[in-house]
């Protein structure tokens, strides 16, 4: 019997030979961002990480590798670092939905590391880009449900700063948000 180890190992020493690094490096499924996601799961934090800076190295424009590895530092508690690639994520050329979970990202940071008011400033500019897409495009589902989550956010940062009122009036966005999700289920695809 081929224990779990042997097996992602022979997928591992697999991966560069089928596919060339060079020709899959912006893919979302290349071999070394799948190798990095492998390494991840099998808790092996440093070679993943290696693999994810390896991947943005190949091509420090792409916004996916940027946030890929942007999110695996932020998932390691390396928030420096995880917020110097979120800014780098924000100075590319991105749709108004990706620059809204950067800045909720950064938010999140901010929050665990107790700066509030970075954190407040990063929810609020969360915030103003999905007020405008859900605007624009209000039956888009992932836009309504990134807005509710902003509402939230943002109703919890008040709460944590001692603004219970503005925390209230946040947290009522939310819940007027979602109550309208709860009415019409049979509309919601995410």
């Not at 779990?4 to 290349?30: D, I, M, Q, W």
């Not at 991840?40 to 091509?59: K, N, P, T, V």
């Not at 405008?132 to 989550?149: I, R």
Request: hydrophobic residues 35%.
């Amino acid at each position: 019997m081929i224990s779990y180890k042997k097996l992602l190992h022979f997928k591992l020493c697999s991966l560069p030979s089928a596919f060339p690094t060079e020709c899959c490096a912006n893919s979302s499924r290349s071999p070394i961002k799948l190798k990095a996601e492998l390494y991840a799961l099998q808790f092996e934090y440093d070679s993943a990480g290696i693999l994810y800076q390896q991947l943005w190295e190949l091509d420090t424009t792409h916004v996916e590798n940027t946030y890929n590895y942007a999110d695996f530092l932020s998932e390691r508690k390396q928030y420096d670092k995880a917020l110097s690639f979120y800014n780098k994520l924000l100075n590319m050329d991105i749709k108004k939905w990706r620059r809204g979970n950067a800045y909720s990202f950064m938010g999140n940071i901010y929050k665990e590391t107790g700066k509030f008011p970075e954190a407040l400033v990063a929810y609020q500019k969360d915030n103003e880009l999905y007020e405008q897409l859900y605007k624009v495009d209000k039956g888009n589902s992932f836009y309504k449900k990134n807005l509710a989550v902003s509402y939230e956010k943002l109703g919890e940062i008040y709460q944590a700063q001692g603004n219970f009122g503005k925390a209230l009036e946040y947290f009522s966005l939310y819940n007027n948000l979602t109550q309208l999700e709860n009415q019409k289920p049979q509309s919601i695809d995410y």
